[in-house]
């Protein structure tokens, strides 16, 4: 996993220099839909840097290959809301794309669910 940034946005005494809601410009919703497991990826192609802030250009570069929301939000030390803003905005522009993750065909066996939780209480 790639570091996480370093410079004027980190401090090692303060902690982070700017405010999350300052990252994501006050907005608390993504424009695309993405949950913590969605995989995003750079798509190469190159967004204005006018537009975007070290954040995204920081998240970007992490989107070299399969990523997933959670990951880049941990690697930018930002709340998983304000890492889905930046990472839609990424979007909007055409710089990633995303991924939903994939669910299961068939659902869990609930004799299996009932096994397990019937092993769990039997440790309790």
């Given at each position: 996993?790639?570091?996480?940034?370093?410079?004027?946005?980190?401090?090692?005494?303060?902690?982070?220099?700017?405010?999350?809601?300052?990252?994501?410009?006050?907005?608390?919703?993504?424009?695309?839909?993405?949950?913590?497991?969605?995989?995003?990826?750079?798509?190469?192609?190159?967004?204005?840097?006018?537009?975007?802030?070290?954040?995204?250009?920081?998240?970007?570069?992490?989107?070299?290959?399969?990523?997933?929301?959670?990951?880049?939000?941990?690697?930018?030390?930002?709340?998983?809301?304000?890492?889905?803003?930046?990472?839609?905005?990424?979007?909007?522009?055409?710089?990633?794309?995303?991924?939903?993750?994939?669910?299961?065909?068939?659902?869990?066996?609930?004799?299996?669910l009932e096994a397990v939780l019937d092993g769990l209480r039997r440790?309790?």
């Amino acid at each position: 996993m790639p570091a996480p940034p370093e410079g004027p946005l980190l401090d090692d005494v303060a902690g982070r220099l700017i405010r999350p809601y300052t990252v994501s410009g006050g907005r608390t919703r993504p424009t695309a839909t993405l949950e913590l497991l969605s995989l995003v990826m750079a798509t190469g192609s190159v967004p204005p840097r006018a537009q975007l802030g070290p954040e995204h250009l920081t998240a970007l570069a992490l989107c070299g290959g399969p990523t997933s929301v959670a990951e880049i939000a941990a690697c930018l030390r930002l709340p998983a809301v304000v890492a889905k803003v930046v990472l839609s905005d990424l979007m909007d522009c055409g710089a990633i794309t995303a991924r939903a993750p994939r669910r299961p065909d068939t659902p869990t066996d609930r004799s299996l669910l009932e096994a397990v939780l019937d092993g769990l209480r039997r440790r309790l």
